[in-house]
């Protein structure tokens, strides 16, 4: 804005110095007439005007004077105003790019942020999944080693508050025990609509792969945003062993996402008043929002023509974002941070 400010005062003093020397042309050149025209009429008068003459000349040559010295001082002026603009065009192109540059390593950070923490969501599930009182229950099939299961399940959930729940369940997909009272047991089937991650983690060869489902509404925990990470039981707790049915730990979306979008952006009271930060997923739909708005609708602000970049719209927006790098083994699902300000300038 300051920027802004200082090359409208330049230009104005531009369009100043050219008026006034267009003005002081037409003086100088009225002058410089009357003065040739007195010298006219002196010469008329004859010996009765040399007096006149004389003063005619100097009137001449004293507009003469005018002429260039205001020709002379238009230039110097014009100089020192083309070298302000040249230097305040640079400056702001030089805060252009640290405002873009500041943008887009905002939504990178943003996007690393929350890809490290769900990195530790795909080693707690496959972790976990080797508990005995889960293979156990799964398979004795009975409440007792249920009863024990949903313990357990309840410690886990107790001391990792990142969770809205953790489920486990049988390969025909019911509930056999959950973190949470409430969330109905033995259910026939998954009331979600994303619980296409059912099936894939109950034909997951090994152990130590996972599947992960995208952000959605859990139909089990009153339509709670989630995203959640899942695998396969196993006989015995063994990586190879015979998959007794499935582990999912519902990741709370909802809260964590909020963080990241509002409380680690660490902006200024200023800033937001002009400032949107955004998470979209691999198909540039938002999935988490600074003001809550436009869940899972489409980005469509952006073209995002590299993995990283800033972008300027023609109002002045700037739209800072990121692809994910990915976390040690987990590519992070190509999701963005983006930062849209549109702040002007």
Request: proline share 1%; hydrophobic share 45%; charged share 25%.
């Amino acid at each position: 804005m300051r920027g802004a400010v200082l090359k409208t005062t330049i230009d104005q003093i531009s369009r100043r110095v050219d008026s006034f020397g267009r003005m002081n042309d037409k003086v100088a050149m009225q002058s410089h007439i009357l003065a040739v025209n007195s010298m006219i009429e002196a010469a008329r008068a004859g010996q009765h005007g040399r007096g006149f003459s004389v003063v005619a000349a100097e009137m001449k040559q004293l507009s003469d004077q005018t002429k260039d010295h205001a020709d002379q001082f238009r230039q110097d002026v014009m100089a020192i105003v083309t070298q302000a603009t040249e230097a305040t065009s640079d400056l702001l192109g030089a805060l252009d790019r640290a405002a873009a540059d500041e943008l887009t390593e905002k939504a990178q950070t943003l996007v690393q942020l929350i890809v490290r923490n769900l990195f530790e969501r795909t080693a707690d599930v496959r972790w976990w999944a080797t508990d005995a009182a889960f293979w156990q229950a799964l398979e004795a099939g009975d409440p007792a080693r249920a009863a024990e299961a949903h313990l357990r399940l309840g410690t886990i959930h107790r001391y990792y508050t990142v969770y809205t729940d953790l489920v486990l369940l049988d390969l025909e997909g019911r509930i056999v025990a959950s973190a949470v009272d409430g969330v109905p047991r033995m259910a026939t089937s998954l009331p979600d609509e994303g619980s296409g991650w059912f099936g894939q983690a109950a034909r997951l060869a090994s152990g130590h792969d996972y599947v992960v489902s995208d952000v959605y509404r859990s139909g089990l925990h009153q339509d709670r945003r989630v995203i959640v990470y899942a695998t396969a039981v196993r006989e015995g707790g063994a990586a190879e062993g015979r998959a007794l049915g499935v582990l999912a730990v519902y990741f709370d979306w909802e809260k964590e996402a909020r963080t990241i979008v509002r409380d680690e952006a660490g902006f200024s009271p200023a800033q937001w008043e002009t400032r949107r930060v955004l998470l979209l997923d691999k198909d540039r739909r938002i999935i988490a929002a600074s003001d809550d708005a436009g869940f899972l609708e489409a980005f469509a602000e952006g073209q995002f023509s590299a993995a990283r970049g800033c972008e300027a719209r023609p109002d002045g927006t700037r739209i800072g974002y990121a692809r994910t790098l990915g976390y040690q083994d987990y590519d992070g699902l190509g999701w963005y941070g983006v930062v849209v300000d549109r702040a002007a300038r």
